[in-house]
């Protein structure tokens, strides 16, 4: 993984929809726009049709991630915190490719979840073209997002082709279960708060060091309680 630190202008925003304030509206329906172009493109290959995206998929989220540079959004992850106690919670879409007995283990082990989806990067920004892994921020931005919820462990859907398990393990991820989706293999994949703290503090120092500066540039001065400084 080639290392890189945060100096060229990369920021990190998070939404919390239905609650953008008016000075991050164009920021958000620039991310709005870079999801839908990637998954309506991503969908269409899968179906090989032409595939009609529709907000509402973006809109059941809790809260959309995105890094910049600049102002260009070049990757976009979701995210929701869920209590799977609830039974109109357990019923969203997003575990229609869960088994359903893995489900019921799922509810009997973990109350509040933490999910992070539709993890996304622009097709000119993506490893194989910029070199660099922007993957690995989003991910590792997420987890400190968890790590300041209530929630006790971190849920995620894997795409094994792009590597995205990998990434996962890497932050203290374990594979829960295999899955076949959209002809993809995919991992479900767990991380629990001990676990992440303990992946944070054995990552690359320049990385790690990345991470945690876009992070802390990220909270507003007078929220100082959610300045990282202890991995």
Same mark, same amino acid.
């Given at each position: 993984? +080639?290392?890189?630190?945060?100096?060229? $202008?990369?920021?990190?925003?998070?939404? !919390?929809? $239905?609650?953008?304030? =008016?000075?991050?509206?164009? /920021?958000?329906?620039?991310?709005?726009?870079? @999801?839908?172009?990637?998954?309506? !493109?991503?969908?269409?290959?899968?179906?090989?049709?032409?595939?009609?995206?529709?907000?509402?998929?973006?809109?059941?989220?809790?809260?959309?991630?995105?890094?910049?540079?600049?102002?260009?959004?070049?990757?976009?992850?979701?995210?929701? /915190?869920?209590?799977?106690?609830?039974?109109?919670?357990?019923? +969203?879409?997003?575990?229609?490719?869960?088994?359903?007995?893995?489900?019921?283990?799922?509810?009997?082990?973990?109350?509040?979840?933490?999910?992070?989806?539709?993890?996304?990067?622009?097709? !000119?920004?993506?490893?194989?073209?910029?070199?660099?892994?922007?993957? &690995?921020?989003?991910?590792?931005? =997420?987890?400190?997002?968890?790590?300041?919820?209530?929630?006790?462990?971190?849920? &995620?859907?894997? +795409?094994?082709? +792009?590597?995205?398990?990998?990434?996962?393990?890497?932050?203290?991820?374990?594979?829960?279960?295999? /899955?076949?989706?959209?002809?993809?293999?995919?991992? %479900?994949?767990? %991380?629990?708060?001990?676990?992440?703290?303990?992946?944070?503090?054995?990552?690359?120092?320049?990385?790690?060091?990345?991470?945690?500066?876009? @992070?802390?540039?990220?909270?507003?001065?007078?929220? !100082?309680?959610?300045?990282?400084? @202890?991995?």
């Amino acid at each position: 993984m +080639r290392i890189h630190n945060d100096n060229l $202008g990369l920021n990190f925003l998070t939404f !919390e929809i $239905g609650k953008v304030p =008016s000075n991050l509206l164009s /920021q958000y329906y620039d991310s709005y726009k870079l @999801w839908k172009d990637i998954f309506t !493109e991503t969908f269409s290959n899968i179906f090989s049709t032409d595939y009609k995206l529709y907000s509402d998929e973006f809109l059941l989220h809790k809260k959309v991630s995105t890094l910049f540079i600049t102002n260009n959004p070049i990757g976009i992850i979701c995210v929701s /915190q869920v209590n799977l106690s609830s039974p109109i919670e357990i019923e +969203r879409s997003y575990f229609k490719n869960y088994p359903p007995n893995f489900l019921e283990l799922l509810k009997n082990k973990y109350k509040n979840v933490f999910i992070i989806s539709n993890l996304a990067i622009d097709p !000119e920004h993506r490893k194989s073209i910029s070199g660099k892994c922007y993957s &690995t921020y989003l991910i590792g931005l =997420s987890i400190l997002n968890f790590l300041f919820s209530e929630c006790c462990a971190l849920i &995620t859907f894997t +795409r094994n082709d +792009r590597k995205t398990n990998d990434i996962v393990k890497s932050f203290g991820g374990r594979t829960l279960d295999k /899955q076949i989706a959209y002809g993809i293999e995919s991992d %479900i994949m767990c %991380i629990e708060p001990n676990d992440a703290i303990s992946a944070l503090s054995h990552l690359n120092p320049i990385l790690k060091k990345s991470i945690i500066n876009l @992070w802390n540039k990220s909270q507003p001065s007078k929220n !100082e309680t959610k300045n990282i400084h @202890w991995v």
